[in-house]
């Protein structure tokens, strides 16, 4: 190909897909117990080790990469080629500032190249569902303008419907009140938060109890799918691989034709949800909020 194809670490993109296909992937960075870490899709940290460290107290810190460091990323590349490069949603970081800037400084040192931004509106698992369909369509051939266009236009039939399991991962975020998630543990309730076509988090209900919460979860991805036969269904867990392979044999009871793989959360979306963290992702139907 012409050009190269390049996302980022903040998708949980599996490693042994990144392998397979050979994507370029930008680690992105955090900090656990003082020492600075690059999100190398779990070669670096055990996934279980990582979100132990997180129910003995260990508070990991995510951050974002500077002009500098996309610099050094981006220009031997652009030295040789074109470039797509797909990011992870501009409303829940501003590191697509720092990318768009990088972007602007090269082409003007290299106007002879292309360097197409697409901003997926999208995290995580259903961030990976678009980079596989799009990775396929460049692996096929299909032109920069092509794949741009097509994630452009279906980046929202990525969908996502998943739990935390503590609310204090997302009150020490900032998602919710101190108030909010005092009550919400007492009470044992556990939100269920999708992505919207804004690119944002929301969440939709509260179930009381993780049976009730995964119960809903399946209710809504199954509302929400559109054709079993498209893509692949992940699941993704933060350490709580037996929910997972549960929520696995669920789905299939009810659709017997999907194909579904098990992940895990990355350490960076991980930092911000907490161990215990169950999701479903999926193309489907275009976002329902």
């Not at 054709?227 to 659709?255: F, T, W």
């Not at 017997?256 to 999701?279: K, S, Y």
């Amino acid at each position: 190909m012409n050009y190269v194809f390049m996302t980022d670490s903040d998708s949980d993109l599996p490693y042994d897909l990144k392998v397979k296909y050979d994507i370029p992937v930008v680690n992105m960075p955090y900090a656990l117990n003082g020492k600075e870490y690059f999100d190398d899709l779990g070669q670096t940290i055990n996934s279980k080790d990582y979100f132990d460290a997180m129910r003995n107290g260990a508070v990991p810190i995510t951050s974002a990469l500077n002009e500098t460091a996309y610099m050094e990323i981006f220009e031997p590349i652009l030295k040789e080629h074109d470039l797509l490069f797909v990011a992870f949603s501009s409303k829940m970081s501003s590191t697509i500032h720092a990318i768009e800037a990088t972007r602007k400084e090269l082409l003007e040192k290299y106007p002879e190249r292309r360097f197409e931004l697409v901003d997926t509106l999208s995290i995580s698992g259903p961030m990976t569902l678009l980079i596989l369909k799009a990775h396929e369509m460049y692996r096929n051939g299909a032109s920069i303008d092509e794949v741009a266009t097509w994630l452009r236009e279906n980046y929202d039939r990525a969908n996502a419907f998943f739990m935390v399991d503590d609310l204090k991962y997302l009150k020490r975020g900032g998602r919710i009140s101190p108030t909010a998630a005092a009550i919400g543990s007492m009470l044992d309730l556990k939100p269920i938060i999708t992505e919207t076509r804004e690119g944002t988090l929301t969440a939709i209900s509260k179930q009381r109890g993780r049976r009730k919460a995964i119960s809903y979860m399946v209710e809504q991805a199954l509302a929400n799918l559109d054709d079993p036969k498209e893509s692949v269904m992940i699941i993704l867990n933060a350490d709580c691989p037996q929910d997972a392979e549960n929520l696995k044999k669920e789905l299939l009871n009810k659709v017997p034709e999907l194909e579904i793989r098990i992940d895990n959360v990355g350490p960076v979306i991980g930092a911000h949800c907490g161990p215990g963290t169950l999701a479903i992702c999926f193309m489907g139907k275009h976002r329902p909020y």
